[in-house]
């Protein structure tokens, strides 16, 4: 017999290749069909006359067979089958081409709902290709995503069959009361009416239930994890050693908030409990600088300290910085990353094993296997968004519990925060340091290039240097402007008799580390390239950047990328160039010229459009939600941030009967994201 959480071969109609099939989308059992949400409806309660279908338009219409006529073969061996249906008041004609089947299945004098475009003819209107259902079906059918082999039917029918399973079982993880409380449907009839609704408004309330489900499971998922790392035992560093002697050895006071931040992490270092830590800071905020002072600390306790970058050019970067604050200070520097070779790779293996190396700076290469380190008790990562939480836990397992912190640039509202690093502690560096210039940030339209152009050109004749960014490496079916062809145009002709240079991701760590060297040695006066500069890149003397296709770029994003200009003590542009002129699009550009704050900036992006793309796996690593998850409103999700911390608080480990289900189903959700 077929069970809810049994294998799907159980199911009637589903053999080992339908099963094999079902695999390739990440469906094994009944209840993950169940899962499967459709990503559209057919909604024929609100069926159109033929007379008032519109053209060139999807239409739903409800129709009565007339007459079939008899097939009629071309020339070319296509086989015509034409239907006559009626509304009651108007005639059409349904058109298949070969496809017996269907026409098979319609029966003379028998209603259908139908989907299609009707077209007008010579005689009279024709609707081509449609899909169609009998009218006992239920009058709301769902689309689904699916695979080859896999028909819309096929699905349809399975899921039919998956839902009877539900009374088999007690899925049900809320309780009346929390239902109640958030104004939320059972789960077995979310389930019924996410798949064949009752009526579109029982749709939408299934859609809060199972996306309420949703974040409900990543809240409690991240809270169960920072428990489980609490309990773990990290060494413990001595508070009376200090570093105010490393840190008046910097080039530059450190901000109130620096300085906070630091205090913050020393203390945490000298628990026995692993730090977990974010550091959240706008670009240019120093964080750096917090955590230079972070890995003195650890090396004067003589332990180990690794900081991990998301790119290469950044991990040098630091390396460069890192080793000129620490080594003065005997503070022992090294750099390991993915494309140095391997006697170079395994030289500074030795160094870390034997523990010379008081501070290791790379990029993904320093967490490999075959990297052992003597005393690794701190590890930074910095711009944390690009790193999973699968890298946080493998990061985890290579020292005895070392004490973690991330940094991040990309300012979160604080709600948000609390539930994308709900397993983190969190410091925040508010102020920038003083003497900074805001960024001037004007949007134009394309009709102002060659003004653009003019100003930039300006700039550089003071002696400044320049960004150009386009959203694309190469030309492609789009009209965007790419790195290579309008990078190599504009260097002919805009910026003729400049030294000009592309950098983008395709080409090699070498080359790319080459061109950053000659940027930052004024030896190169404009970079044209793609985003791969967003992180971390520090010019001090660039002072333009030109955006292309900004609308291309969310807000945070543009936030980003603008903050690799303004570094030094020159007054800084940034010019956004787009032709795009939708309302939104328009908003957003208001919105990044009018404010400097990154973090005023991050909570109109969510004004703007909601919470879900926060969400999106690659921004924060978190398990990927599904898109009825993503488009939930931020009331929704404070509403499941509060009721997980909730029922934590009363059963910080779900261990009551009552939230059985509700573990199980946030184990299962970052199991099968942490184990791929
Ligand atoms: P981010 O937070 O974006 O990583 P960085 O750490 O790269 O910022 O710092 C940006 C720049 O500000 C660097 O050139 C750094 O030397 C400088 N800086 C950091 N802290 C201070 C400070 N307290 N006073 C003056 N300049 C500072
Ligand atoms: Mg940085």
New binding site residues.
Partial sequence: MAELFGDITFMKGVGSARAEKYAKMGIKQPYELLMHIPRDYFDFTSCVKIADARPDERNFLRLKVLEKHNPFVTSTSLVIYKVVVTDGEDIATVVFFNAVYSYRMLVVGKEYYFVGKVTPSMNGPEIKSPVFVNVNENAIQPVYRLTKGITVETMRNNVRQALTLLPQQNIESLTEQVREKYELAPLAWSLQNIHFPESMSAQREAQKRLAFDELLDLCIGMSLMRSNTVRENAFAMDGEISVNEFIGTL?????DD?SSAVRDIISDLCKNVPMNRLLQ?D???????VAVVACCFTALNHRQSALMAPTEILAIQHYKTFSELLEPFGVRVCLLTGSMTAKKKSNIRELIASGEADVIVGTHAIIQKDVKYKSLSLVITDEQHRFGVQQRTELAEKGNSPHRLV?S?TPIPRTLALIIYGDLDISVIKQM??GRKPIKTYAVTGRLRQRAFGFVRKLLDEGRQAYIVCPKIEDGENELFSVKSYGKEIAQRELRGYSVALLHGKMSPNEKEETMKQFRDGEIQVLICTTVVEV?V?V?NAAVMVIENAERFGLSQLHQLR?RIG?GQYESHCILITDNPTEECIRRMKVISANSDGFVISEEDLKLRGPGDFFGNAQHGLPPLSATARGCSMELMNSAKECAAEILSADPNLEMPENGVLRQNAVRMFDKYITG
Avoid: Y
């Avoid at 080039?251 to 901000?255: A, D, G, N, Q, S």
């Avoid at 670009?283 to 600088?289: L, P, R």
């Fill in positions: 080039p530059f006071r450190l901000t620096q800071g670009v240019g905020s120093g964080k750096t600088a940094m640039a340091p003083a971390g520090d001090p903050g570094r």
